[in-house]
């Protein structure tokens, strides 16, 4: 008796794991940021939060909204807007609209339900995403990451911008923060705090994501990253919220 309900234990088991293995998950030397975050830094894992299917990645339907889209869904249908742009697509099927314009996804969307959540969660692949509406995504086979997102070029006029030339980005310096630019390596300082001048913020040029160089700012062509070495435990939250819109500013030059 106590065989058959040990093996009964390992059969559920297995299946709690089936639908991650049946729909694929993101390999483990595959680094995923979204916006410069590293989404394998999830409480879930980078299985749940951007899972791999066939050589594709997929976001979660409302990661989405982290990217300035709306989404929504219901039944088996999938609708994601920004701007003047639809896309239409449904669960399970390749074939999808773009502003009324049938075109042919290379792998369908999904949705998975793990047994320790209450909904279902809703996939859609990224790549054709970030496309449909010009935006920016890059596969660095090299160094096996997935960028998704970040600062894009600056349309209009560059006012109230300070240029970052080294780095190619400019960004909107707040009251009471002064750079310094060494090279390829720029160094945002809080002035007269403590009476000293101490930074807030490292940028720098590095090669591929790693635990130590992070969050990410943009990808360069070429192979190469912006960095931005955050130092913000020894100012006040008036001070990082300033700091916090300064980052949310970044533009590419």
Known sequence: MMKKFASLCTVAFALLLI?????????????????????????????????????????????????????SSEGDAIEVKAGETTVAMTLEQ???????????????????????????????PIRFIQESFGKFIHWDGENRVVIIGGPEALEGESEGYTS??????????????????????????????????????????????????????????????????EQLSDFDEATREAYREMMKSIKLK
């Not at 394998?40 to 990661?63: K, M, N």
């Not at 999808?96 to 209450?118: D, I, M």
């Open 164 to 229: 970052l030339d080294s780095l190619g980005i400019q960004l909107k310096l707040p009251e009471g923060f002064v750079l310094e630019e060494l090279g390829e390596v720029a160094v945002i300082r809080v002035k007269n705090h403590g009476g000293e001048n101490p930074p807030i913020v490292i940028f720098r040029v590095g090669g591929a994501p790693t635990d130590d160089l992070r969050p990410l700012v943009s990808y360069r062509e070429g192979g190469t990253y912006i960095f931005a070495e």
């Open 94 to 124: 390749t074939t999808c609209l773009v502003n009324g314009e049938e075109q042919t996804l290379e792998v369908a969307p999904f949705k998975l339900r793990y047994h320790w959540a209450q909904e279902d969660f809703v996939y859609v």
């Open 19 to 71: 639908p991650v293995l049946a729909h694929g998950a993101a390999a483990p030397d595959v680094k995923i940021y979204l916006n410069g975050m590293d989404l394998g830094g999830s409480q879930y894992g980078p299985e749940v939060v951007a899972p791999i299917r066939d050589g594709r990645t997929f976001l979660i339907l409302e990661q989405l909204e982290k990217l300035g889209y709306e989404v």
